[in-house]
């Protein structure tokens, strides 16, 4: 059974960071371009960044570039996003997704970690 | 920027009716689109990929739509557990992804 169980959020200050972490597990990891999607509280979905399968290619939406990295441990099953200087507008619940072989829709994603950037 | 808009925010239908959801690209995205179902309090769950191919799992009430710039998502006889907020994705721009602001479908 594919699982991905993410973990790291909590309250940070804005201008602080946080690394999120996503463990998954039931599939051949390396195998798979990963990403990580947000929801602001009430909001819709944002795509953040996504992740080649060796590490060599990666892509993220304009809003984070240069603040946040996306990396992955293929020996550890485990996705990563390093936050930093975050900001209010960063609040949200982070959830780490596969990408479908060769559809590239979101075909399993985990719970979800919450962030929350205040002061 | 693909902008990707969803219609109507809102949709309130009876169970049992036909539900018609809306997504419009602000440029052709081909066929590249995905519809996702989310309900509250848990992670989005993909139906549709490719416009209209059923992903696995997902029941035949739920068919996809459309292709360049205008897509649809229909529920053909709507259950309680179908009332949620649905989402559209173009991933034409691949490896960039693009979501629409969702519609919420609630019983009338």
């Known amino acids: 059974e594919v699982q991905l169980v993410e973990s790291g959020g909590g309250l940070v200050q804005p201008g602080g960071s946080l690394r999120l972490s996503c463990a998954a597990s039931?599939?051949?990891?390396?195998?798979?371009?990963m990403s990580w999607v947000r929801q602001a509280p009430g909001k819709g979905l944002e795509w953040v960044a996504n992740?080649?399968?060796?590490?060599?290619?990666?892509y993220y939406v304009d809003s984070v570039k240069g603040r946040f990295t996306i990396s992955r441990d293929n020996a550890k099953n485990s996705l990563y996003l390093q936050m930093n200087s975050l900001r209010a507008e960063d609040t949200a619940v982070y959830y780490c997704?596969?990408?479908?072989?060769?559809?590239?829709?979101?075909?399993?994603w985990g719970q979800g970690t919450l962030v929350t950037v205040s002061s | 920027e693909i902008v990707m808009t969803q219609s109507p925010a809102t949709l309130s239908v009876s169970p049992g009716e036909r539900a018609t959801l809306s997504c419009r690209a602000s440029?052709?995205?081909?066929?590249?689109l995905a519809w996702y179902q989310q309900k509250p309090g848990q992670a989005p769950r993909l139906l549709i990929y490719?416009?209209?191919t059923r992903a696995t799992g997902i029941p035949a009430r739920f068919s996809g739509s459309g292709s360049g710039t205008e897509f649809t998502l229909t529920i053909s006889s709507l259950q309680s557990e179908d009332f949620a907020v649905y989402y559209c994705?173009?991933?034409?721009?691949?490896?960039?992804?693009?979501f629409g602001q969702g519609t919420k479908l609630e019983i009338k």
């Open positions: 997704a596969r990408v479908a072989g060769t559809t590239r829709g979101f075909d399993y």
């Open positions: 039931g599939f051949t990891f390396s195998s798979y371009w």
């Open positions: 992740i080649k399968q060796d590490g060599s290619e990666k």
């Open positions: 440029q052709s995205v081909s066929s590249n």
């Open positions: 490719g416009a209209s």
């Open positions: 994705q173009q991933y034409n721009n691949w490896p960039l992804y693009t």
